[in-house]
């Protein structure tokens, strides 16, 4: 592996990078980086012993650019990860230093390396974060974030591969084969007792005779899933008629769609918040057309939400989820005679 500091004709040598170089910052913190790109490699991570499943050698990745970040696959170790970035940012982020890229572009403090190879610059980072409202140490948060998640996905659709058949296998529940009116009512048992749930067609909202598709969870299992096809993963205040994110009423899910990914690809992101983030997983819904929506708490802040929504859009992940009344697909109904029903459903 040639490192990048190296020109062609010294590969095998050791580099010696000035002692500015973001790289030797980096190395002093994590020990030996193998460099894969100018700015990002893989490390061993700072708390590898508390790993509770075997280490691989591309677990942990480290990169320099935008919020220097170390990140790690495994979870156990989020605290010793959470602190080295810390030093990391705080090493590399107080000295002012400049990389050459092959091409001869200059890549600064700050600034973030693109997937496609472009330089983001930190006063393009700076003017969005004034544009958004956002502390401009958070908007670097984000920008590096997609920038990560898209040179992770490849890994990520490969370490987390869950095909649309293990789904179903590995489903704590059995689901999939029940009929229309169990599938519903057993998502039903999703929703607290007292939430007034939204169910109805796309435009079964916004008049005073659309009252009657906001109803509390015992009404809805009184009635059955023939009212409409979708729901929300919200739910809304009593008395609603209009689904809006004003009108929603503190209960919610966070369901996770993609229009891009295909049922055989989406399960690898279910898994990774699953898996990785931690998201507490609900079910997971064959929507009886190309996609699968999966139904997971949400975020506790609004700070953690802007950092997985700038993650979940570079996966493929459609950011109209963040949209709280977005409608979303009720099993139980039936589309095209085909039923909407849940595939995966927790103990
Ligand atoms: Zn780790």
Same mark, same amino acid.
């Given at each position: ?5 190296? $020109?062609? %004709?010294? #590969?095998?040598? #050791? ?21 894969? #790109? ?17 280490? %691989? ?17 495994? @979870? ?18 107080? +000295? +002012? ?5 092959? %091409? ?18 930190? &006063?393009?980072?700076?003017?969005? !974060? ?16 997609? @920038?990560? =998640? &898209? ?13 649309? !058949? ?7 529940? /059995?689901? +999939? ?15 607290? @007792? ?9 435009? $079964? +909202? ?29 739910? *809304? ?8 994110? !004003?009108?929603?009423?503190? #209960? ?12 055989? &690809?989406?399960? =690898? ?18 929507? @009886? ?6 139904? *997971? ?16 859009? =570079? ?9 709280? $009344? ?15 029903? /849940? ?5």
């Amino acid at each position: 592996m040639q490192c990048p500091g190296e $020109s062609p %004709g010294r #590969t095998g040598e #050791t580099p010696v990078l000035p002692m500015n170089d973001p790289r030797q910052i980096a190395a002093g913190i994590v020990g030996a980086v193998d460099w894969q #790109t100018e700015v990002s490699g893989f490390c061993r991570c700072p708390g590898e012993s508390l790993h509770t499943h075997p280490t %691989g050698k591309k677990d942990c990745r480290i990169s320099v650019d935008g919020a220097p970040t170390i990140f790690c696959f495994h @979870a156990s170790c989020a605290p010793a990860v959470a602190a080295a970035n810390l030093r990391l940012r705080q090493g590399i982020g107080k +000295s +002012s230093w400049e990389l050459k890229l092959p %091409g001869g572009v200059i890549l600064r403090n700050g600034d973030v390396l693109q997937s496609s190879g472009a330089v983001l610059r930190r &006063e393009v980072v700076q003017a969005r !974060a004034r544009a958004e409202g956002r502390d401009a140490g958070e908007q670097l948060v984000l920008e590096t974030l997609k @920038a990560l =998640a &898209e040179r992770f996905k490849p890994e990520l659709f490969e370490t987390f591969r869950w095909p649309f !058949a293990q789904i179903i296998a590995d489903s704590p529940l /059995l689901v +999939s084969e029940r009929d229309a009116e169990d599938q519903f009512r057993t998502w039903l048992k999703l929703w607290p @007792a007292h939430c007034h749930v939204w169910i109805g067609d796309i435009f $079964s +909202s916004g008049k005073p005779e659309h009252r009657t598709h906001f109803r509390p969870v015992a009404d809805w299992y009184q009635i059955g899933p023939v009212m409409g096809n979708f729901t929300c993963g919200s739910s *809304f205040k009593p008395g609603s008629f209009q689904r809006s994110n !004003a009108n929603c009423n503190g #209960t919610r899910f966070l369901v996770i769609e993609s229009d891009t990914l295909a049922k055989d &690809e989406v399960g =690898a992101v279910f898994s990774y918040l699953q898996k990785r983030l931690r998201y507490r997983l609900h079910c997971i819904i064959d929507t @009886a057309g190309k996609s699968l929506h999966a139904w *997971f708490d949400a975020p506790r802040n609004q700070l953690l939400e802007a950092r997985l929504k700038a993650g979940l859009t =570079a996966f493929g992940c459609d950011p109209k989820v963040f949209t709280y $009344s977005q409608p979303v697909r009720v099993p139980g109904a039936w589309r095209d005679g085909k039923m909407q029903r /849940l595939v995966w459903l927790k103990d």
